[in-house]
């Protein structure tokens, strides 16, 4: 070892432990000075406030870690839906804006140019309060397929009531076990005898079958619960039954996935773009059928164009659905970060706690698209 | 070392003290926060982000209110003139922290004093310049005319991280009522998702529900239920540990309600000098030696009642000429059937 080599890195880490133990030595006797108690135990008292759309249940008997809870999953749940739609929109304008058809390429190129230069947090508020000014009241709305309520409320719609909803789970399960199963036969199949197995086909006829057997002879049984009006007041109206997805947590996944699929987008296109040329031609004069040739040839290599910058799309949404707060819809920011914070006055532990959740959030979007990243990558023999 | 280097800055600072025969007085050394408003030139005042009647900036952006009041006249009382102020808007979440952090000195932005908040996170409650309680504002037409025709499922518009948000939920608790709390973190924006018709009511304390309702697009559709759920004293917070400078806030609020229980206004302040009470002479400092006492000179008190006015004055000004509350309810003086009673300033 090299005392030269080991030396600046050694001096730097402690100027890094030097300059954090200021802070948080600072941080202690201002508190300290001022009568703040520093502890996380307040994490196990009475919360005593209520939350408007939680996927636990809570109230304000319970804990301030379970509101803790509550806007976790309340963030998780936005940023994933986020991420799904983001992803669907911006693979088909991605590909639209590579499209021949003139009309098509630069309605998409329009729609990338507008919404990814307006700042999301106005795009936040528009929808938000577009939502509430064009949403109908609840008794003036039309019911889509007479089950689903879209009213200013929030949307309506029918929830499911189980029968032995475990062994329908069970089926599922089962399911993608034996298509993991066929997967792995599938392709020995090839390797030793060169011959292709439908897994595609087989699949979704195992997902289908499977759970539909559980309903036929495993006692598994749904019903259908459909939202009714209820009037609150001579003039107010709500619904009661089934599941409500509030107008925030619309307007919010709405707001985020048309944002960051405008970068998805770009994302998609560069990927697609940075694959030769000679590649297909090459693929195409040894056989391969078109959708072949994108399956097999173009798809692999632009993937791993793709995948890493789309990464931080994700990261991205993520991190900016804590604007949540200035439209109600209670997420990590504003159930912990803001109601819990303000009700017990623990700026620095809350804060921390919440910093240290998103980072931990990123870490695992980013340890996931890094899995898959790799695991697409050329594997060089 | 470091300790040692403080107690020798802090002697070499006595000795230069001693020495300089500086006319500074005991209190003024003691307080940091007074020390550096004067050397600074303006008191540094949190306040809201537009709640007319209470902290409200109009178009050439001059901060008007009850709560502003209370600024200027620490203004008045500490550097002799109550335009030296330098507002800082704050919502409901920021408010503590920028107080403890040292961002402002003085928070008067309708903040309710409760136990928690005095004794748990560094900060002091110097008095009460308005009693309030919580209300709920609905639809003309919805034919509410109680809270006890509220009915499951009703959705309830209010701010984040409020006192109010509690008391909505012992309240609609106690009754039995299953509700939606729709939370945010800007008045504006509560005002608006209940203008759209997001929230069957909107709550907050009866004040803001006065003030803000001429915000809503039509406001006469509109009506402030009777009942009070809760005790909203608000009232000026300081940072817990400067006694001088939490002293001098709560007489400069003292002296405005004082002068109006003496009759001492803004435009007989001066002739009240020679005036026969001995009580309104010393509030406007033509006996004895109060000033001193919060290390000010002896003319704090006339000060205050000559540019901000007394009490009353204010709230006339403020909240009754806007139409916002013109009746005082609880915030009349004692002797006229009201709650506002302060210690007296001898």
Same mark, same amino acid.
């Given at each position: 070892?090299?005392?030269?080599?080991? /030396?600046?890195?050694?001096?730097?880490?402690?100027?890094?432990?030097?300059?954090?133990?200021?802070?948080?030595?600072?941080?202690?006797?201002?508190?300290?000075?001022?009568?703040?108690?520093?502890?996380?135990?307040?994490?196990?008292?009475?919360?005593?406030?209520?939350?408007?759309?939680?996927?636990?249940?809570?109230?304000?008997?319970?804990?301030?870690?379970?509101?803790?809870?509550?806007?976790?999953?309340?963030?998780?749940?936005?940023?994933?839906?986020?991420?799904?739609? !983001?992803?669907?929109?911006?693979?088909?304008?991605?590909?639209?804006?590579?499209?021949?058809?003139?009309?098509?390429?630069?309605?998409?190129?329009?729609?990338? &140019?507008?919404?990814?230069?307006?700042?999301?947090? /106005?795009?936040?508020?528009?929808?938000?309060?577009?939502?509430?000014?064009?949403?109908?009241?609840?008794?003036?709305? &039309?019911?889509?397929?007479?089950?689903?309520?879209?009213? @200013?409320?929030?949307?309506?719609?029918?929830?499911?009531?189980?029968?032995?909803?475990? @062994?329908?789970?069970?089926?599922?399960?089962?399911?993608?076990?034996?298509?993991?199963?066929?997967?792995?036969?599938?392709?020995?199949?090839?390797?030793?005898?060169?011959?292709?197995?439908?897994?595609?086909?087989?699949?979704?006829?195992?997902?289908?079958?499977?759970?539909?057997?559980?309903? /036929?002879?495993?006692?598994?049984?749904?019903?259908? &619960?459909?939202?009714?009006?209820?009037?609150?007041?001579?003039?107010?109206?709500?619904?009661?039954?089934?599941?409500?997805?509030?107008?925030?947590?619309?307007?919010?996944?709405?707001?985020?996935?048309?944002?960051?699929?405008?970068?998805?987008?770009?994302?998609?296109?560069?990927?697609?773009?940075?694959?030769?040329?000679?590649?297909?031609?090459?693929? !195409?004069?040894?056989?391969?059928?078109?959708?072949?040739?994108?399956? +097999?040839?173009?798809?692999?290599?632009?993937?791993?164009?793709?995948?890493?910058?789309?990464?931080?799309?994700?990261?991205? +949404?993520?991190?900016?659905?804590?604007?949540?707060?200035?439209?109600?819809?209670?997420?990590?920011?504003?159930?912990?970060?803001?109601? !819990?914070?303000?009700?017990?006055?623990? !700026?620095?532990?809350?804060?921390? @706690?919440?910093?240290?959740?998103?980072?931990?959030?990123?870490?695992?979007?980013?340890?996931?698209?890094?899995?898959?990243?790799?695991?697409?990558?050329?594997?060089?023999? | 070392?470091?300790?040692?280097?403080?107690?020798?800055?802090?002697?070499?600072?006595?000795?230069?003290?001693?020495?300089?025969?500086?006319?500074?007085? =005991?209190?003024?050394?003691?307080?940091?926060?007074?020390?550096?408003?004067?050397?600074?030139?303006?008191?540094?005042?949190?306040?809201?982000?537009?709640?007319?009647?209470?902290?409200?900036?109009?178009?050439?952006?001059?901060?008007?209110?009850?709560?502003?009041?209370?600024?200027?006249?620490?203004?008045?009382?500490?550097?002799?003139?109550?335009?030296?102020?330098?507002?800082?808007?704050?919502?409901?979440?920021?408010?503590?922290?920028?107080?403890?952090?040292?961002?402002?000195?003085?928070?008067?932005?309708?903040?309710?004093?409760?136990?928690?908040?005095?004794?748990?996170?560094?900060?002091?409650?110097?008095?009460?310049?308005?009693?309030?309680?919580?209300?709920?504002?609905?639809?003309?037409?919805?034919?509410?005319?109680?809270?006890?025709?509220?009915?499951?499922?009703?959705?309830?518009?209010?701010?984040?991280?409020?006192?109010?948000?509690?008391? =909505?939920?012992?309240?609609?608790?106690?009754?039995?009522?299953?509700?939606?709390?729709?939370?945010?973190?800007?008045?504006?924006?509560?005002?608006?998702?209940?203008?759209?018709?997001?929230?069957?009511?909107?709550?907050?304390?009866?004040?803001?529900?006065?003030?803000?309702?001429?915000?809503?697009?039509?406001?006469?559709?509109?009506?402030?239920?009777?009942?009070?759920?809760?005790?909203?004293?608000?009232?000026?917070?300081?940072?817990?540990?400067?006694?001088?400078?939490?002293?001098?806030?709560?007489?400069?609020?003292?002296?405005?309600?004082?002068?109006?229980?003496?009759?001492?206004?803004?435009?007989?302040?001066?002739?009240?000098?020679?005036?026969?009470?001995?009580?309104?002479?010393?509030?406007?400092?033509?006996?004895?030696?109060?000033?001193?006492?919060?290390?000010?000179?002896?003319?704090?008190?006339?000060?205050?009642?000559?540019?901000?006015?007394?009490?009353?004055?204010?709230?006339?000004?403020?909240?009754?000429?806007?139409?916002?509350?013109?009746?005082?309810?609880?915030?009349?003086?004692?002797?006229?059937?009201?709650?506002?009673?302060?210690?007296?300033?001898?």
């Amino acid at each position: 070892m090299n005392i030269k080599k080991i /030396l600046p890195q050694l001096l730097t880490l402690l100027v890094v432990i030097l300059i954090f133990g200021f802070f948080s030595y600072n941080a202690q006797v201002n508190m300290e000075n001022r009568g703040i108690t520093f502890g996380y135990g307040f994490l196990s008292q009475e919360s005593s406030f209520d939350v408007q759309f939680s996927l636990i249940e809570f109230d304000g008997s319970h804990s301030y870690f379970r509101a803790y809870l509550v806007g976790l999953l309340n963030t998780i749940l936005v940023s994933v839906i986020g991420i799904i739609f !983001a992803t669907i929109i911006g693979v088909v304008v991605g590909i639209a804006r590579l499209s021949n058809n003139y009309l098509i390429n630069r309605t998409a190129g329009v729609y990338v &140019e507008f919404f990814r230069n307006i700042p999301l947090l /106005l795009q936040i508020f528009f929808w938000y309060f577009a939502a509430l000014r064009a949403l109908p009241l609840p008794q003036d709305t &039309e019911p889509m397929f007479g089950v689903f309520f879209l009213t @200013i409320k929030g949307f309506f719609v029918p929830a499911f009531v189980w029968n032995n909803l475990d @062994i329908f789970i069970y089926s599922i399960i089962a399911a993608i076990i034996s298509i993991i199963f066929i997967k792995i036969y599938a392709r020995k199949k090839q390797e030793n005898e060169g011959i292709q197995t439908p897994v595609l086909s087989i699949s979704i006829g195992l997902l289908i079958i499977l759970p539909l057997l559980s309903f /036929l002879f495993g006692g598994v049984d749904a019903s259908v &619960e459909v939202p009714v009006i209820k009037q609150l007041s001579q003039s107010g109206f709500t619904y009661e039954g089934g599941i409500k997805l509030p107008p925030e947590l619309i307007s919010l996944a709405l707001a985020l996935s048309l944002y960051t699929a405008t970068f998805i987008a770009e994302c998609v296109r560069a990927g697609v773009q940075g694959v030769s040329k000679g590649q297909k031609e090459a693929a !195409a004069s040894i056989g391969l059928t078109p959708n072949q040739v994108l399956k +097999l040839v173009v798809m692999p290599q632009a993937l791993r164009i793709i995948i890493p910058p789309t990464t931080n799309q994700y990261l991205n +949404l993520t991190k900016n659905s804590s604007l949540a707060a200035a439209i109600a819809y209670p997420d990590l920011v504003l159930v912990f970060a803001g109601t !819990a914070l303000m009700q017990t006055g623990r !700026a620095i532990e809350i804060v921390s @706690i919440t910093m240290f959740t998103y980072l931990s959030l990123s870490i695992s979007i980013s340890i996931f698209m890094n899995w898959y990243n790799k695991k697409i990558a050329i594997k060089e023999k | 070392m470091f300790k040692y280097l403080k107690q020798l800055t802090s002697l070499v600072a006595m000795v230069a003290v001693l020495f300089t025969f500086t006319t500074e007085t =005991m209190a003024a050394k003691k307080s940091k926060t007074l020390k550096n408003t004067q050397k600074k030139g303006f008191v540094r005042c949190g306040v809201s982000q537009g709640l007319p009647g209470f902290s409200n900036a109009d178009a050439a952006g001059n901060w008007t209110g009850v709560d502003v009041d209370v600024c200027r006249a620490v203004a008045a009382a500490v550097l002799g003139d109550a335009n030296k102020v330098k507002f800082t808007p704050l919502s409901a979440k920021e408010r503590f922290t920028a107080l403890t952090s040292n961002e402002i000195d003085i928070l008067s932005r309708n903040t309710t004093w409760t136990l928690s908040r005095d004794a748990d996170i560094g900060l002091t409650f110097v008095g009460v310049n308005f009693y309030d309680g919580q209300g709920f504002m609905v639809r003309k037409n919805s034919g509410y005319s109680s809270v006890n025709d509220f009915k499951n499922g009703i959705s309830a518009c209010t701010n984040l991280g409020t006192t109010t948000e509690l008391n =909505m939920r012992d309240f609609f608790n106690s009754k039995g009522i299953s509700y939606e709390p729709v939370t945010f973190e800007k008045a504006d924006e509560v005002v608006a998702a209940y203008d759209a018709g997001r929230c069957d009511t909107y709550t907050t304390d009866k004040s803001g529900l006065a003030a803000q309702r001429i915000k809503l697009s039509s406001p006469d559709d509109h009506i402030v239920l009777p009942e009070t759920i809760s005790k909203e004293p608000l009232g000026p917070v300081v940072r817990q540990g400067d006694s001088v400078w939490e002293d001098i806030v709560r007489w400069s609020l003292n002296t405005m309600i004082e002068a109006e229980e003496y009759g001492v206004t803004s435009a007989n302040a001066d002739s009240m000098k020679t005036s026969d009470n001995p009580a309104v002479k010393r509030l406007v400092g033509a006996e004895g030696e109060l000033g001193a006492a919060l290390g000010l000179d002896n003319d704090w008190s006339l000060r205050i009642i000559k540019q901000v006015g007394n009490y009353g004055e204010s709230y006339k000004r403020n909240i009754a000429d806007t139409g916002i509350l013109p009746d005082r309810g609880p915030n009349e003086l004692w002797t006229k059937g009201g709650i506002l009673y302060v210690p007296p300033a001898r």
